[in-house]
């Protein structure tokens, strides 16, 4: 089992900043590949970024590449997903995932966090 707590959402203006952080416990952080998703009002949810175990292969949705950049830190066991340039597109609740393995592709997210809202106004 993996525990995922979200932080860092609020209200921001378009073209503005904001750095989720998900925090996990419950099993080795350093070997498992986790990811970003988002699910906007009447919208299916939909994957941002994901991360492989050790930090070394990434990937992200069209949407946000060049804006968004996806990191963690395994001493801390914290993922965090920078979000720049944000534009009202953008507001969604934020989930941190977590698979059950290290490769990051066909990546599937066996746990999931609360969400964090994030709203961008224009």
């Known amino acids: 089992q993996v525990q995922l707590v979200e932080f860092g959402g609020g209200l921001v203006q378009a073209g503005g900043s904001l750095r989720l952080s998900c925090t996990a416990s419950g099993r080795t952080f350093s070997s498992i590949a986790m990811a970003w998703f988002r699910q906007a009002p009447g919208k299916e949810r939909e994957f941002v970024a994901a991360i492989s175990s050790s930090g070394g292969r990434i990937y992200y949705a069209d949407s946000v590449k060049g804006r968004f950049t996806i990191s963690r830190d395994n001493a801390k066991n914290t993922m965090y997903l920078q979000m720049n340039s944000l534009k009202p597109d953008d507001t969604a609740v934020y989930f941190c995932?977590?698979?059950?393995?290290?490769?990051?592709?066909?990546?599937?997210?066996?746990?999931w966090g609360q969400g964090t809202q994030v709203t961008v106004s224009s």
């Open positions: 995932t977590a698979s059950s393995f290290s490769d990051v592709r066909a990546y599937v997210a066996d746990y």
